[in-house]
T-cell receptor
Framework: DTGVSQDPRHKITKRGQNVTFRCDPISEHNRLYWYRQTLGQGPEFLTYFQNEAQLEKSRLLSDRFSAERPKGSFSTLEIQRTEQGDSAMYLC???????????FGQGTRLTVV | GNSVTQMEGPVTLSEEAFLTINCTYTATGYPSLFWYVQYPGEGLQLLLKATKADDKGSNKGFEATYRKETTSFHLEKGSVQVSDSAVYFCALSGSARQLTFGSGTQLTVLP
């Protein structure tokens, strides 16, 4: 297994466009997390899934953000009508259970121009 | 809510110097505490963790002790190497095991 993979690694988009990111967790990991990291800051929790169920969403996740994990495997994070403030690194992590180590992907760097 | 306050960087040390990166936290209940490391061009990696008061986490020569009385989890290493140059994040886990991170400390070790 190659770990958590995220695609694309970099995305440049114009303000107002929609973007979608994909995360492939480590095989058989039940938990999947999304975080956002801005320059000079630590990652901030956005949302997490237990299998296909989205169990918690941060207040950072505005109505323009939606995340899915339709079959309990890969997940997508969509941002609609992007704004410059959405520019950040979006990180995905997965873990076997709630009490086991979370493994992080390398992230998708979004730049909104 | 939960929060983590981390020593601001950047920190620059000479090889073989002693390292301390301070971390204090605010949390309800009894969180687990973590140190993550991010090497250039790589994803976050778990460095060490402690799950209850007075536990000591250790890995690769790094250590940190969970101090409930001072709500601290300071990272230490007795002799740093150039290869330790990275960004270090202190974090705690919430009720749903999502992580709350500090702002990170950039460490540069000079030969």
């Amino acid at each position: 297994d190659t770990g958590v993979s995220q695609d694309p690694r970099h995305k440049i988009t114009k303000r107002g466009q929609n973007v979608t990111f994909r995360c492939d967790p480590i095989s058989e990991h039940n938990r999947l997390y999304w975080y956002r990291q801005t320059l000079g800051q630590g990652p901030e929790f956005l949302t997490y899934f237990q299998n296909e169920a989205q169990l918690e969403k941060s207040r950072l996740l505005s109505d323009r953000f939606s995340a899915e994990r339709p079959k309990g495997s890969f997940s997508t994070l969509e941002i609609q009508r992007t704004e410059q403030g959405d520019s950040a690194m979006y990180l995905c992590a997965s873990s076997w259970t709630e009490d086991t180590e979370a493994f992080f992907g390398q992230g998708t760097r979004l730049t909104v121009v | 809510g939960n929060s983590v306050t981390q020593m601001e960087g950047p920190v620059t040390l000479s090889e073989e110097a002693f390292l301390t990166i301070n971390c204090t936290y605010t949390a309800t209940g009894y969180p687990s505490l973590f140190w993550y490391v991010q090497y250039p061009g790589e994803g976050l990696q778990l460095l060490l963790k402690a799950t209850k008061a007075d536990d000591k986490g250790s890995n690769k020569g790094f250590e940190a002790t969970y101090r409930k009385e001072t709500t601290s989890f300071h990272l230490e290493k007795g002799s740093v190497q150039v290869s330790d140059s990275a960004v270090y994040f202190c974090a705690l886990s919430g009720s749903a095991r999502q992580l709350t991170f500090g702002s990170g400390t950039q460490l540069t070790v000079l030969p």
